[in-house]
């Protein structure tokens, strides 16, 4: 299962670099002024699958450290995944329950 982690955590670390970049530059270069049509999609769809892979890196990497820590990683990881999937119901209710709550009218 250690290696399994390891390998999500890696993949994930990608995922979260690329959707964080996109969807943090285009969030800036939409408050600059830059009135475009792809940086407002860009700033406005990236955010649950950046909260989703960085719930994924944060959540595998917790739960290797806990493991190599007290060799009982799965209590961790299921701990993790549990929080992380409240955390992103919760965040996927808010967006879909208030589409119109939105920064950029």
């Known amino acids: 299962m250690e290696k399994t982690l390891k390998n999500l ?7 979260l670099v690329l959707t ?4 943090l530059s285009a969030t800036f270069l939409w408050i600059q002024g830059e009135q475009n049509a ?3 999609l860009f700033s406005q769809s990236l955010d649950l ?6 719930l994924l890196y944060g959540s595998t990497r917790f739960s ?13 990881f299921i701990a993790c995944s549990l929080v992380s999937a ?3 119901s ?3 209710f808010t967006n879909f329950a208030f589409p119109d709550a939105s920064l950029f009218r």
Not at 49 to 54: E, R, Y
Not at 64 to 76: D, P, Q, R, Y
């Open 49 to 54: 699958p950046f909260l989703l892979s960085a």
């Open 64 to 76: 290797l450290s806990m493991e190599e820590a007290t060799n009982k990683g799965k209590v961790f």
């Open 86 to 88: 409240l955390i992103l």
């Open 20 to 23: 964080g970049g996109l969807h």
């Open 90 to 92: 919760v965040a996927l």
């Open 38 to 40: 792809t940086l407002k």
């Open 9 to 15: 955590a890696s993949v994930s670390l990608l995922f």
